[in-house]
């Protein structure tokens, strides 16, 4: 038998670390390759670890609630020996002695589909040690030298737990351990000394609740606050006459090729503005600083923002320009669902093009929605009102809603912003017109 260790693959888009949310085994049980082993949550999704291996779980290294950063470990395996691939022993000649040098043994780990390309090198994962760390059963690992990754505050993951449950940020904390390591009494002195200076607060009496800023609600506003200060934004808005649209939606619903997609008013809305954009372009656009360009293109990944338990995401329909009615219906139904079981995939969490809100679903007739970072324009869509409005010469009750879009100033003037929503609302406000858009 030999023991693997499996570190935290690298899950794409940039992201460095994830925090354990559940593990799917425990010490001792047998697993299967591909079997799920753990779940993590990353600062855009859940992301279900598989087991790289046949094999018995031999150790679990980092306790749930715990961040980890990639190339740490999580678990080792106990495996059979032929499990792992192994490099064929190099054609080197035979020395004065007769002697071929020592097969190398190839220590790559497996490359699960999805996580990045393998390490052209044999070496693993750069990570931190962890004084006293022991492999599998072994003995005690020596602490490594500091790498990238020390900038990271060090500690280990009781520590870690016993920081987050006091609210601590350990960036805020200076370890008092080897080499920076924080540890259980830096976290105790921190908090007392933080009680001293807060005692009125910090009562029993005290009626606040201090949430830690982390994963999806971090990445938001980290991305909200490059976006509002990271590009000239304005506003316009428009409020429409939608009836004739919701009625388009009753009939479609009773159509059998609409039967499985089930359309509903935001996915006409999307397919008002993908026609829109093939006249105003600029808005499907985004302002590259380094090359001093403005990049267009020629396709449209649509964002759909959904509020979910973990905050506001916006998985993306990648080339919506290219799909029906109903496929974009579905498309939708099926982002929203995946999005609030927390199950979207990093990748489809980011490249979208343009994006839309639908804040009617909360009541709220409009409001100034800020642009996904990297795009030029987001549109939101408000609550229908049955009220009065002019119709035929008359007043008559009408279905009416609100649409309300942002724009970045540097790319789309205030007169493509108009006329693009104003082919948005045309749309609405009488299906038949997208025939002539087309």
Do not use: C
Not at 7 to 19: C, F, I, K
Not at 55 to 61: A, C, E, H, Y
Not at 87 to 109: F, L, N
Not at 141 to 151: K, Q, R, S
């Amino acid at each position: 038998m030999a023991v693997r260790e499996f570190a935290l693959p690298d899950l794409g888009e940039g992201l460095t670390e994830s925090e354990l949310v559940a593990w799917k085994v425990a010490v001792g049980d047998t697993v299967q390759l591909n079997q799920i082993i753990a779940e993590v949550e990353t600062a855009k999704a859940l992301v279900e670890l598989p087991a790289p291996y046949d094999g018995r779980v031999s150790r679990l290294f980092v306790e749930p609630g715990v961040t980890v950063a990639v190339g740490e470990p999580l678990v080792a395996f106990e495996v059979e020996a032929g499990e792992t691939p192994e490099a064929e022993p190099p054609a080197a000649p035979e020395d004065g002695g007769g002697q071929r040098p020592a097969p190398e043994v190839d220590k790559r780990e497996p490359t699960l589909v999805g996580y990045g390309a393998r390490p052209e090198s044999g070496a693993r994962p750069a990570r931190r040690a962890r004084p006293g760390l022991a492999i599998g059963r072994g003995a005690p690992v020596a602490p490594a030298a500091p790498v990238a990754l020390a900038e990271r505050p060090r500690a280990t993951p009781p520590v870690r737990k016993f920081a987050r449950e006091h609210g601590i940020d350990l960036a805020s904390v200076v370890g008092s351990g080897e080499r920076g390591l924080i540890t259980r009494g830096d976290i105790q002195s921190f908090v007392e000394h933080a009680a001293e200076e807060t005692t009125a607060a910090a009562s029993a009496g005290s009626r606040e609740k201090r949430i830690p800023i982390r994963g999806v609600r971090k990445a938001t506003a980290e991305a909200m606050v490059r976006s509002a200060f990271g590009a000239p934004q304005a506003t316009v808005f428009l409020t429409v006459d939608a009836t004739p649209t919701l009625e388009l939606v009753a009939r479609l619903r009773t159509q059998p090729e609409f039967a499985d997609a089930r359309p509903g008013l935001l996915a006409v809305v999307a397919k008002a503005l993908l026609i829109g954009i093939r006249r105003t372009p600029e808005v499907n656009s985004r302002w590259d600083e380094a090359a001093n360009e403005i990049v267009q293109a020629d396709y449209v990944h649509l964002g759909i923002a959904a509020a979910t338990p973990r905050g506001l995401m916006v998985p993306v329909i990648r080339d919506a320009d290219a799909m029906a009615l109903a496929a974009i219906s579905g498309a939708i139904r099926q982002l929203a669902e995946t999005a609030r079981a927390g199950r979207t995939a990093p990748a489809d969490l980011s490249g979208g093009t343009i994006t839309i809100t639908n804040v009617g679903v909360f009541g709220v007739d409009a409001g100034t929605p800020i642009l996904t970072p990297g795009e030029a324009a987001i549109l939101a869509v408000g609550a229908v009102r049955r009220q009065p409005w002019e119709h035929d010469g008359g007043i008559a009750l009408r279905d009416v809603l609100t649409l309300a879009l942002t724009f970045d100033h540097r790319i789309v003037d205030g007169e493509q912003a108009s006329r693009f929503l104003a082919d948005v609302g045309r749309i609405l406000a009488d299906p038949a017109s997208a025939l002539a858009l087309l």
